[in-house]
């Protein structure tokens, strides 16, 4: 791997996958915590209208996506909090609509000949320069708020009725989690594609939940987990000339197996109590 990072598109993309580990370290672990797991891929999936929307209009991809991605991740927060028994359907459904929606708008917009699995498995060994201070932009802002909210997503994430009685805004700060969850997918996705964010935002935090004593503990652990899946998957598909997005979501995959053998194994590993 050392030899590859020689070239500069190879220097890019290492940096690329582990900003994204690192903002999908933050995100995925109030992901995995307040169980909107099914949110995330739903918002994930509809991004595709929103991608469907910048071709069809000539809009830069930010705009129509980052629009279309904040006003789903709305709908369906309204709903998981007005009608959870009812929450997994909806969104099943805004998911579906909005991934067609955007196939059907590529396909109409003349001159044009996407191709959609670019936005499934990304292009990494293509990021630009540009795009890396996006991204680390990107997790400054995320990194920042969630420093600040903190204690509120502390306890919203762990018993929300407690939350509510401390005067935390849960309705508002849920809304606020959901759109920075928007934001992280739309950005991330711009560069790895929406399989890989959808496992790192996953895979991480769901090993690391079982191993951490505190939010913040899980965070820097699923982060620093989602960079060594970087890593190896990146090396993998240069020593082996292997598709990269897939070949760091096969290493992800691995090691969510390893882990489930480990816990049968060990199950005195788990931990299940945690604070801030």
Not at 53 to 60: I, Q
Not at 119 to 129: A, E, N
Not at 174 to 191: D, K, P
Request: glycine share 10%; proline share 3%; hydrophobic share 55%.
């Amino acid at each position: 791997m050392i030899e590859a990072l020689q070239f500069e598109f190879m220097r890019n993309a290492l940096m690329a996958g582990l900003l994204a580990s690192l903002i999908c370290g933050i995100m995925g672990t109030l992901v995995v915590v307040n169980r909107i797991v099914f949110l995330s891929g739903g918002i994930a999936h509809a991004a595709y209208g929103g991608i469907g929307l910048s071709f069809y209009f000539g809009w830069p991809y930010l705009v129509g996506t980052l629009g279309f991605s904040l006003a789903a991740g709305m709908g369906m927060a309204a709903v998981t909090l007005k009608a959870k028994h009812r929450a997994d359907t909806v969104i099943g459904v805004i998911w579906a609509i909005g991934m067609a929606f955007g196939i059907i708008l590529i396909d109409l917009t003349p001159g044009y000949n996407v191709d959609l699995m670019s936005y499934l498995f990304g292009s990494i060994l293509t990021v630009p320069g540009t795009d890396l201070f996006i991204m680390l932009a990107m997790g400054v802002l995320i990194a920042a708020l969630t420093i600040y909210y903190f204690q509120d997503l502390l306890a919203m994430s762990y018993d929300e009725e407690f939350a509510q009685i401390r005067g935390v805004p849960v309705k508002g700060l849920y809304f606020t989690m959901t759109a920075m969850l928007a934001v992280t997918i739309v950005m991330v996705i711009q560069v790895v594609g929406l399989i890989l964010v959808i496992a790192l935002l996953t895979i991480p935090p769901f090993i690391m939940e079982k191993h951490s004593k505190s939010l913040v503990q899980m965070m820097v652990g699923s982060s620093l987990l989602g960079a060594v899946f970087t890593f190896i998957g990146l090396w993998l598909a240069y020593r082996y000339d292997l598709t990269s997005g897939a070949s760091i979501i096969l290493v992800a995959g691995i090691g969510f197996l390893v882990s489930l053998v480990v816990d049968r194994v060990h199950p005195k590993m788990k931990n299940p109590h945690r604070s801030g």
